[in-house]
């Protein structure tokens, strides 16, 4: 049982260490455009002012 579970850790820690990065990522890509977006609507209310 230890040889099993000694075997499968490494993949499980990489496998986390990749889906915490991709979820970071996509988070940061995410809030760029929300970001991106608020500027633009904030930039066409004050032109039609």
Known sequence: MNDV???L????VVTA???FAIVKLVRSE???RR???RSSE???ETASD
């Open 17 to 19: 260490v990749v889906v």
């Open 30 to 32: 995410a809030a760029s």
């Open 5 to 7: 579970l000694s075997a």
């Open 42 to 44: 904030k930039s066409a």
């Open 9 to 12: 850790i490494p993949p499980v």
């Open 35 to 37: 970001q991106e977006a």
